[in-house]
DNA sequence: TGATATAGGACTAAACTAGTCCTATATCAG
DNA sequence: CTGATATAGGACTAGTTTAGTCCTATATCA
């Protein structure tokens, strides 16, 4: 359904570290510790992250990672944007009009208007929640509030 | 993002026309031809789509497919269920305790939970949306107005 | 100067997807 | 009864994507 590679999971689980301690620069071999993830794979998406500007980097001895800006401005579309490029919608449509059935087609809009939608929701989740540093656990009000709105609550 | 394989929209195409034509009763011959969808593929999609129950079909000669049930009641959760299996949510914690960092992590289940909203708001887009048949050309009211709700509607 | 870190990218193995094809079975016309 | 038409099921292949490792270059500082 929604499909989040491992990378992206593992990109969360890293950021939440940082987030955790904002004021504290971790290099990569102390993150793999702490998280138990593989260290090559570790230093992976942490480039990516720095590639895609969510943390900031320094070199060097000493040197390591850290958020590049509150948690709070970070959101997890942001997150699922730097791991899994823009956005691989339906296939059809992303490049150019690739697809052969197009005209007769008329599904591939609706699905891309679903995509949005959902693509619009995660940008109002961030980096404070999905590390559940926020008093609330997770907080999916928005989301979940359509649901309610829109179909009886049910019980 | 929400990654839509494309099976899943062959499927929208070719449910989106029986739904144009419940009474009929449509050959998978006859789909291949109007869709433009290379013959087997079809073929393969509509025996998927048989098991989960979404279509109907006739063996034999003068056989074909037809809706299972009313567009109104096939829902985008359960195409997509149908086609891609249960719900590929994030990896980690879909089967059983694979991932070894689980007790540090935290972080799936906050994916899962954006995953289960997702889901749920699926289940409120039929056929008929996708299709277009209904009045208006798709309407995501629900999950839109969660937005509107959560953030002042801009412009 | 050398140890420590990140930056970037090449590379491989495994998993998944899309698509085709083959065989079996049900239905019905003649 | 026989043969033509359709679906049912599943095996199989090629192509793509993902996950993960490794190597080389560069920056920082004791
Ligand atoms: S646009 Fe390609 S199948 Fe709809
Ligand atoms: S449970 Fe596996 S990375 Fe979070």
Not at 1 to 5: E, G, K, N
Not at 7 to 26: G, I, N
């Given at each position: 359904?929604?499909?989040?590679?491992k990378?992206?999971?593992?990109?969360?689980?890293?950021?939440?570290?940082?987030?955790?301690?904002?004021?504290?620069?971790?290099?990569?071999?102390?993150l793999s510790?702490?998280?138990?993830?593989?260290?090559?794979?570790?230093?992976?998406?942490?480039?990516?992250?720095?590639?895609?500007?969510?943390?900031?980097?320094?070199?060097?001895?000493?040197?390591?990672?850290?958020?590049?800006?509150?948690?709070?401005?970070?959101?997890?579309?942001?997150?699922?944007?730097?791991?899994e490029g823009?956005?691989?919608?339906i296939?059809?449509?992303?490049?150019?009009?690739?697809?052969?059935?197009?005209?007769?087609c008329?599904?591939?809009r609706?699905?891309?208007?679903?995509?949005?939608?959902?693509?619009?929701?995660?940008?109002?989740?961030?980096l404070?929640?999905?590390?559940?540093?926020?008093?609330?656990?997770?907080?999916?009000?928005?989301?979940?509030?359509?649901?309610?709105?829109?179909?009886a609550?049910?019980?």
């Open positions: 359904m929604l499909r989040i590679s990378m992206t999971d593992y990109a969360t689980v890293l950021l939440a570290r940082l987030a955790a301690a904002p004021e504290r620069q971790l290099t990569a071999a102390q510790a702490v998280t138990h993830l593989a260290a090559p794979t570790v230093s992976k998406v942490l480039k990516q992250l720095h590639r895609r500007g969510l943390v900031s980097s320094t070199l060097g001895l000493r040197g390591g990672y850290r958020l590049a800006r509150p948690a709070a401005q970070i959101t997890a579309a942001q997150i699922l944007d730097a791991l823009p956005m691989a919608l296939e059809c449509a992303s490049h150019s009009h690739q697809c052969s059935i197009e005209s007769t008329g599904v591939g609706a699905w891309q208007r679903v995509n949005l939608a959902i693509h619009r929701s995660l940008q109002e989740i961030t404070v929640e999905l590390a559940g540093l926020g008093g609330e656990p997770v907080r999916f009000a928005a989301l979940e509030r359509a649901l309610r709105g829109g179909r609550e049910r019980a």
